[in-house]
């Protein structure tokens, strides 16, 4: 798990942030966005995540930002741990390490910013928009996008060379997993009640709604004082 801020390379004040969840097997994303990386607004995300996987949740690997390194997300997992009987499900990246949290952070550009790009969001009504996007895009990704896997990774010389599977997605590998029958059929109906095509519509019917909203929002802002301009998101 990874969240990538929505600032618009300015750090000040509140403003959205996007949690990106990733399988390590198969590649099946969710992407949920939240209105700060507030640990009460992160949490649920989290959950409704983690309630929404088609397989069971054997560990979550986070880095060591606030969001996830608190009191709040810790406590959840030590209740999930005992209501599923399991050892304590949470891991975290080491400290000062680059790309230590690799499978998360690479779809910050296929699954986020190519949606969403650099710009600002700070304001709710972004965010819910954004949420409605995600659902069609989270589904567009697990069932319709092939993904590369690295197979192998040797160095020879000065160079490395890798080698790549067939591409598949995360719908195919899960099929192709040791996932249960019934959890395999659970996913077949689903993909036959979608239709990429209808996908893609949707999407970017929503995509419009967000920049046209996106424009007025900032129209309404610049005809205000500028004390008026900056409205809190949420919790701090």
Not at 156 to 180: C, F, H, M, W
Not at 196 to 216: D, S, V
Request: charged letters at 30%; hydrophobic letters at 30%; proline letters at 4%.
């Amino acid at each position: 798990g990874d969240t990538v801020g929505h600032g618009g390379g300015n750090s000040s004040g509140e403003f959205a942030f996007s949690l990106t969840m990733t399988d390590e097997l198969s590649g099946w994303t969710k992407n949920h966005a939240v209105e700060n990386k507030c640990a009460k607004n992160v949490l649920p995300a989290i959950e409704k995540t983690i309630q929404g996987l088609p397989f069971e949740l054997f560990s979550a690997n986070f880095d060591n930002g606030s969001e996830f390194m608190n009191h709040v997300v810790y406590g959840y997992f030590i209740a999930y741990a005992k209501h599923k009987g399991v050892h304590f499900p949470m891991t975290r990246s080491r400290s000062y390490q680059k790309n230590d949290n690799a499978r998360a952070e690479q779809k910050n550009w296929t699954h986020v910013r190519q949606l969403f790009g650099y710009d600002r969001i700070d304001d709710k009504r972004l965010v819910d928009l954004m949420n409605e996007i995600y659902e069609i895009q989270n589904l567009i990704q697990n069932f319709f996008i092939p993904q590369y896997k690295l197979k192998s990774k040797v160095r020879v010389g000065a160079k490395i060379k890798k080698k790549y599977d067939k591409p598949k997605t995360p719908y195919q590998r899960l099929l192709e997993s040791n996932l249960s029958e019934e959890r395999k059929q659970k996913l077949r109906d689903q993909y036959d009640t979608l239709s990429y095509p209808q996908l893609r519509q949707k999407k970017e019917e929503l995509l419009a709604r967000f920049l046209k909203l996106q424009n007025k929002i900032n129209v309404e802002r610049r005809a205000k004082p500028s004390s008026m301009a900056a409205q809190p998101l949420g919790n701090t």
